[in-house]
């Protein structure tokens, strides 16, 4: 059981500038029972600004997997783990059924975007995203890019609840969960900001090859430390990640230009065009050659 302060001064909703939609619950039993919609569904979406009074308890959970996104100032989160802050950048993840209790802090009301998911796959979404109840709070690689779909999800719901305008919310909120499960950054700490920017580095210097001791030292983490970091923000190692770049490279530059092979290698990093080639098979299952003769787009 979590303690539920008691705040009699708080509010659900009733925020100037605010902006909300919610399906009337018969509506979502009916779309629960169509496909695409029983995969993922949004049932509620709001936009409170500067919302210093907000605040809400569930001591029972919701009904649906809840996703807040802070914009801006700053504001808390109670789950039977503890007591987790948020602020601008980060987001919340709250599981259906779970009790808990949200508020913005008075002296710097937080501005959010929210949405209520239910569906088949919002579990797996989640879990995607890493958003577990012991650490429901996450940041967001790129927060306008997220609200902007939000937005999207906000004015279809707002233009009607036909089946177009719920198919194309959820498939909004597909896209916004997977940007936040793709710029996945744990903030139990300040060392994962330390692996982003060794991943930034090696994004900006595609044709550069970095050791793993050197990425370390980049980062002040011992090699297994960092490596462990890495494999977690990018499911990879710290080197297959390099070559994956580096392949990523090569096929735009051989899509779009008529360099042979061993030029386009050499571009990304490759001094052996033989070496890249099988680099290259093993990645995408055919050869450099191969893969420009074959028919894109």
Known sequence: MIEMRQEPARRREGFPGQRMRVLPRPLVAQALRTRP?????????????RASTHGRTRPNGAAQHIVIVCAAGRGSCTLPSGVHQ?????????????????????????TIWWMHLVGQQVPDLLAAIGATPEQPVFGVGDPARVISLLDTILRRMERDETTGSLLASAGAAWHAMSLLAADRRTIRNEQPDAVEATIEH???????RMSLPDLAGMAGLSVSHYSALFRRATGYGALEY??????GAARELLDTTERPVASVAAEVGF??????????RRIHGMSPTEYRSHDKG
């Open 202 to 208: 090696l994004r900006a210097n595609v044709s550069t």
């Open 271 to 280: 001094s052996d065009a033989l070496y890249f080639s099988r680099q290259f």
């Open 37 to 49: 919609l029983s995969q993922l569904l949004v049932t509620d979406v709001g936009y409170f600004p």
């Open 242 to 247: 390099q070559t994956r770049l580096r392949m």
């Open 86 to 110: 948020v602020r601008a950048g980060q987001a919340i993840a709250i599981p259906a059924g779970l009790a808990h209790q949200y508020e913005s802090e008075a002296n710097d009301p937080w």
